[in-house]
C-alpha cells in the first residue's frame, strides 16, 4: 500500500511539474495570461494577477508581453462585463429606488466613462464595468478607460512582486 501511494506521489509531482513547465513556456505561458486575464475580469472571483507573476518570473524576457497580453484579456473581460451589465438593465430596474442605489448611480452618471478607471480595484472594479453597461455609457470610452486602469494595475502589481521576491529578473 506504501508503495502504491509512493508511486502515485510521484506520479502526481512530475505531472504537475510537466505542467507547469508547459504553462511556463512562452507559446502557452502568454495564451494561459490572456485566458486568466479574460475570466478574472468577468464577475467570476479570480485574481490573475499571480498568473503573470509566474510567467515573468520564469520568463524575464517577457515582462512586456506579459503585461500587455494581460491588459489585453483583462479589458476584453471588462467589455464582457459592460456588455453584461447593459443587457440586464431591466433586470434590475426593481432595485432602482434604494438609498445607495441612487447615490452610486448619480456618482457613476456624474463620472462617466472615467469611472471605468476604477476597474482595476479587487472586489468592485469588476461589478463597476457591469453597472456602466447596465447606465448605458458610451462602451468605446469605458473601454479605453478600462485598458488605462488595467494597464496600470499590471504594471505596478507584477513591477512590486518582482521587487519584493527578488530573483533572476534582471528587467
Not at 495564451?31 to 518570473?57: Q, Y
Not at 506579459?66 to 447593459?86: H, K, R, Y
Request: overall charge positive.
Amino acid at each position: 500500500m506504501t508503495t502504491g501511494l509512493t508511486t502515485l506521489a510521484a506520479v502526481m509531482e512530475a505531472w504537475i511539474s510537466s505542467l507547469l513547465a508547459a504553462l511556463a513556456l512562452p507559446e502557452f505561458g502568454l495564451s494561459t495570461v490572456f485566458v486568466i486575464a479574460f475570466v478574472s475580469a468577468t464577475l467570476l472571483p479570480m485574481g490573475s494577477e499571480p498568473a503573470v507573476f509566474g510567467l515573468v518570473k520564469l520568463n524575464p524576457d517577457l515582462f512586456w508581453p506579459a503585461i500587455a497580453v494581460a491588459t489585453i484579456g483583462n479589458t476584453l473581460g471588462g467589455a464582457v462585463s459592460w456588455w453584461m451589465g447593459w443587457g440586464t438593465h431591466r433586470m434590475v430596474d426593481r432595485y432602482r429606488h434604494s438609498s445607495t442605489h441612487v447615490r452610486a448611480l448619480g456618482w457613476l452618471e456624474k463620472l462617466g466613462p472615467k469611472a471605468c478607471l476604477l476597474s482595476w480595484l479587487p472586489a468592485v472594479g469588476d461589478p463597476l464595468c457591469a453597472v456602466a453597461g447596465w447606465l448605458r455609457l458610451p462602451f468605446w470610452p469605458c473601454v479605453l478607460y478600462m485598458a488605462i486602469g488595467k494597464f496600470g494595475r499590471y504594471l505596478v502589481m507584477t513591477a512590486a512582486l518582482l521587487w519584493l521576491i527578488p530573483g533572476q529578473w534582471t528587467g
